[in-house]
């Protein structure tokens, strides 16, 4: 079982849509979650961060965090077509972040 | 302030051949990670030093690959004797002195340099 799983399938929606991405872990001592966003041909950048169980919004960002059943999310509202990118779902334990396999979200104006 | 900088930008090597990726880090950190990202892969952690010091090399391939972070200078991932399977992207990665940010997740990637192994 990998450590966190990421279903890669691209997804596209139209303008003004909400964007809904998730994962889910295994490994119990990963401390803080995290979502980058990552364009064509650059690095990711950090999106959104957050150690506990509940939501964190940011803006348009929501990130949702269940310890329990050891799934994140990612919530965009009002999708713009500047959110088109790849978004990863990260975690931390010690000095290593584990990654998901990313989403391609492409909004279409 | 300029970002995390990494050199080149695209680098072509037959097999065999070696492969030197630099980084320099943002200006003030001195903690440097280096991920690999594979097709259809996500991003791998390799390998997190500090200046002078390797730190955590579990993610590094037990033989061929090598990194440092001297005193002066940017940060190399060194990889020798290249084959097909190290086609891929590598990502730089760095983050502030003394901040466990590092530790929480608070990265600041630079644009990767992309490997092809003919």
């Known amino acids: 079982q990998k450590e966190v799983e990421q279903d890669p399938g691209p997804l596209s929606v139209p303008e003004g849509a909400i964007v809904s991405l998730n994962c889910t872990y295994s490994?119990?001592?990963?401390?803080?979650f995290m979502w980058y966003r990552q364009y064509s041909r650059k690095g990711p950048e950090l999106l959104m961060y957050t150690y506990s169980s509940g939501n964190k919004e940011d803006g348009r960002f929501t990130a949702q965090v269940d310890k329990s059943s050891k799934y994140i999310s990612l919530f965009i509202r009002d999708s713009q077509p500047s959110d088109s990118a790849t978004y990863l779902c990260a975690m931390s334990v010690n000095n290593r972040l584990a990654f998901g396999k990313g989403n391609q979200v492409v909004v279409i104006p | 302030n300029a970002g995390v900088m990494q050199n080149p930008r695209h680098l072509v090597r037959r097999r065999g051949q070696e492969a030197r990726l630099r980084c320099s880090p943002m200006?003030?950190?001195?903690?440097v990670y280096w991920y690999r990202q594979l097709p259809e892969e996500g991003l791998k952690f390799m390998v997190y030093?500090?200046?002078?010091?390797?730190?955590?090399e579990s993610g590094m391939p037990k033989e061929r690959f090598s990194a440092e972070f001297p005193k002066e200078g940017p940060s190399i991932l060194r990889i020798q004797q290249v084959v097909r399977g190290d086609s891929a992207a590598y990502f730089c990665?760095?983050?502030?002195?003394?901040?466990?940010?590092?530790?929480?997740?608070?990265?600041?990637f630079g644009s990767g340099t992309q490997l092809s192994v003919l």
């Open positions: 990665a760095s983050s502030p002195e003394g901040d466990r940010l590092s530790a929480r997740g608070k990265l600041f």
């Open positions: 030093l500090q200046k002078e010091n390797i730190i955590d």
């Open positions: 490994n119990s001592a990963f401390q803080y």
């Open positions: 200006k003030g950190h001195s903690h």
